[in-house]
């Protein structure tokens, strides 16, 4: 059987452990080996700090530094971040705060 490979972005520790705990003994079944890791907050030079989502384009260098990571396969990638407390620095909040119904909201 060949796996497929999906790589989640996390924003924080609980959404980590949900991906880790529930998702991937679900997507395995399937054929489908779940990774995930936390958003990349900062970094010095002796440690990385992951955790808590605080802009949009933090993430978005995060999530496209691990695609340039990968060197293996072809994996998917997605994440998982809180609609609530998006940051309102993300392409089209504005605009997403006019809509109403929550499950229209969240596939804009």
């Known amino acids: 059987m ?4 999906l790589n989640i972005t996390a924003e924080g520790q609980t959404e980590r452990e949900f991906t880790k ?3 991937s003994h679900y997507f395995n079944t399937f054929g489908v080996i779940v ?7 900062s970094k010095n030079r002796h440690k990385t700090y992951r955790g808590g989502l ?4 933090k993430a978005k260098k995060d999530i496209r530094n691990w695609i340039a ?3 293996s396969g072809e994996p998917y990638f997605s994440t ?16 997403s705060l ?7 909201r969240i596939i804009f």
């Open 69 to 71: 990571e990968e060197k």
């Open 98 to 104: 006019k809509i109403n119904d929550i499950y229209e």
């Open 35 to 41: 990774e995930s890791r936390c958003v990349m907050t």
């Open 80 to 95: 998982m971040f809180d609609l609530y407390a998006l940051p309102t620095d993300f392409p089209h909040f504005e605009e």
């Open 21 to 23: 705990n529930t998702l």
């Open 2 to 5: 060949k796996y497929i490979r």
């Open 54 to 57: 605080l802009d949009y384009q």
